[in-house]
């Protein structure tokens, strides 16, 4: 295992050891190297006080930044990377579910190790001296297992984003949760309204990304859902009594959800909000078959509230709400037709074809006997994209041969003058040929006319 550990950890580590410091890498690097997974991040814990580590590094010529000194940890530069090292500690009483109100310096690794979250991220490794493990983390690891250090109860009491890091750790290790922990995390799950949006969002994010199959159920069934997204379990049970559906609303989008491995985040959570407008807008006709129109409008609009609520960037709201509302615009395998596609995505290709694949993830969580001939059409349509983005073969609002003012000398005056050049802009589109001045403005004059 010393060999997974770069040569600048291995350095840092020896510093330590060399003035009679206890130093271990500890938590989640040691726990990914047991798996053989990719660490991205070291973290060291050591007897030494924060003051001693500053000095013993800056006597060895790095630059050294207390970076959270008040608790312990204090980054080191070395080869301008920095490498952060805490000292071993015990905290006291968390205030609101969340922070320690007292951090206690400590020379006892194990006194540290108690107050971690779970087993597996309670290893301590010394590459000269080999693991401490006193909680049987390696086994918990080996059998696939998440428990925690102590009573579950108490671990999420002092801080409840232990709650959806369990999950997350779940859904991207496929590990299990046992069944203490598993009770605790029902039953906490309100404490989840002390963290904040932002550490809410990160974990959710992380959920997303996993491989993990029907997500949404699994964090319905762990009762959190609600706290993520406040009142999606409505959609659960809903029924959508039509024939291209055969799962109600909550089944189909978590359907759709597991067809999306592989999709980038923004797309994801298009699919988890793509469909929440539609109890509102379910309509029956005579047959008694149920009709959604103008959902992918309302759904947007409550999407750009939960996004809101929970701390997106202004860019990735604004790209999973277009993509929320034209996942349900029917396209062909037909150049005009996708051109004016691509129109409503600004004419990025990526972006166009990630929108199809989310109309393709949505109609594999349909009624296949309806959905696969619209599959079909939607593979057709990406190739074609792709066709046309090599042959350059679509057209910018900016080339057009008119502008603003040409308009102004027709008489048009102020949005008359937008909606005008919006119109002409779709006519070159669906037909390249026209982007003559002389055609587009006969065109803006004869629209005038009528």
């Known amino acids: 295992m010393a060999t997974c550990v770069p040569d600048d950890i ?4 020896k510093q330590l050891h060399t003035h009679d410091q206890e130093a271990f890498l500890v938590g989640g690097c040691v726990r990914d190297m047991l798996m053989g997974r990719e660490v991205h991040d070291f973290d060291i814990t050591t007897s030494a006080l924060p003051e001693t580590t500053m000095e013993i590094f800056k006597q060895a010529g790095c630059i050294v930044i207390p970076t959270g000194i008040k608790h312990g940890t204090i980054t080191v530069l070395v080869n301008n990377e920095p490498i952060e090292i805490t000292t071993y500690r015990i905290e006291k009483a968390y205030l609101n ?5 007292q951090v206690i310096f400590t020379k006892n690794l194990l006194e540290d190790l108690k107050r971690r979250d779970f087993t597996m991220n309670a290893i301590a490794y010394d590459p000269t001296n080999g693991y401490y493990d006193p909680f049987d983390g390696r086994k918990d690891i080996e059998e696939g297992i998440i428990r925690c250090v102590g009573d579950p109860y108490e671990r999420l009491k002092e801080d409840a984003l232990r709650i959806l890091r369990a999950i997350r750790f779940s859904a991207v290790l496929n590990f ?9 995390i029902k039953e906490l799950a309100p404490t989840l309204s002390y963290i904040s949006k932002e550490r809410i969002r990160d974990e959710f994010n992380k959920i997303l990304l996993s491989q993990h199959l029907d997500l949404l159920q699994m964090l319905y069934d762990y009762q959190v859902l609600d706290e993520i997204l406040p009142g999606y379990s409505k959609l659960y049970g809903h029924d959508q009594k039509t024939p291209w559906h055969i799962y109600d609303i909550f089944r189909h989008s978590d359907v759709a959800l597991n067809h999306t491995i592989g999709y980038p985040l923004e797309s994801k959570l298009a699919i988890v909000l793509h469909d929440i407008g539609k109890p509102e807008m379910e309509t029956f006709g005579e047959d008694g078959i149920a009709h959604y129109k103008r959902h992918a409008l309302i759904s947007e609009q409550k999407a750009r509230a939960y996004l809101m609520d929970l701390r997106y960037d202004h860019k990735s709201i604004e790209r999973v709400c277009t993509l929320i509302l034209y996942h349900d615009y029917y396209v062909k395998a037909n150049r005009k037709i996708l051109r004016r596609f691509l129109s409503k995505f600004d004419n990025d290709i990526a ?18 006997e309806k959905a696969q001939e619209k599959i079909d059409i939607l593979n057709a349509s990406i190739e074609l994209l792709k066709v046309i983005d090599q042959e350059k073969d679509f057209f910018h609002k900016k080339d057009l041969k008119v502008n603003g003012h040409d308009m102004m000398k027709l008489g048009l005056q102020n949005k008359q003058i937008g909606d005008m050049l919006d119109e002409l802009y779709q006519q070159v589109i669906d037909d390249p040929s026209m982007n003559e001045k ?5 065109y803006a004059r004869q629209k005038m006319q009528n």
Do not use: C, G, T
Not at 176 to 184: D, F, G, M, N
Not at 353 to 367: C, G, T, W
Not at 438 to 442: G, I, P, S, T, V
């Open 351 to 368: 972006y166009a074809i990630s929108a199809l694949y989310v109309q393709m993830a949505d109609d594999y969580a349909k009624n296949m």
């Open 438 to 442: 002389e055609k587009l403005m006969a």
């Open 176 to 184: 299990s949760i046992e069944p203490h922990l598993k009770q605790a």
């Open 97 to 101: 579910h969340r922070a320690p109100s």
């Open 10 to 13: 291995l350095w840092v580590l």
